[in-house]
């Protein structure tokens, strides 16, 4: 199983941009997933989350600026951050939730990370 991100970039503080998240190889089903920031010097901070259900979760830093969102097609997760702050820097991570194996057990994967500079 992999979980490749992209999309992050260097934005002016007031933009945006959309981070993503591409789940690969074999599994039965994806139970969640989430966004993590981690800067230097600190630990990886939850973001965001949703589930199977289409149930999400925010912290509330980025509840109203950013959303998140799942294409189950493409087992690949969104995250549309808007009214960037430049607090909002950091190196933002996908962790997935996905059931292997059989019988299937849901385990905790991380994708490699993707950098988010936001300039005042």
């Known amino acids: 199983v992999q979980l490749q991100a992209s999309g992050g970039g260097l934005a002016q503080a007031g933009g945006s941009l959309r981070l993503s998240c591409a789940a690969s190889?074999?599994?039965?089903?994806?139970?969640?997933k989430a966004w993590y920031r981690q800067t230097p010097g600190s630990q990886r901070n939850f973001v965001a989350s949703?589930?199977?259900?289409?149930?999400?979760l925010y912290q509330d830093s980025e509840e109203g600026r950013f959303v998140i969102s799942s294409d189950s097609a493409k087992n690949t997760m969104y995250l549309q951050m808007s009214k960037l702050k430049p607090e909002d820097t950091g190196v933002y991570y996908c962790?997935?939730?996905?059931?292997?194996?059989?019988?299937?057990?849901?385990?905790?994967?991380w994708g490699q990370g993707t950098q988010v500079t936001v300039s005042s």
């Open positions: 962790k997935g939730r996905l059931r292997t194996g059989k019988p299937p057990i849901a385990d905790d994967y």
């Open positions: 190889g074999h599994f039965s089903d994806i139970v969640s």
């Open positions: 949703i589930r199977s259900d289409g149930a999400t």
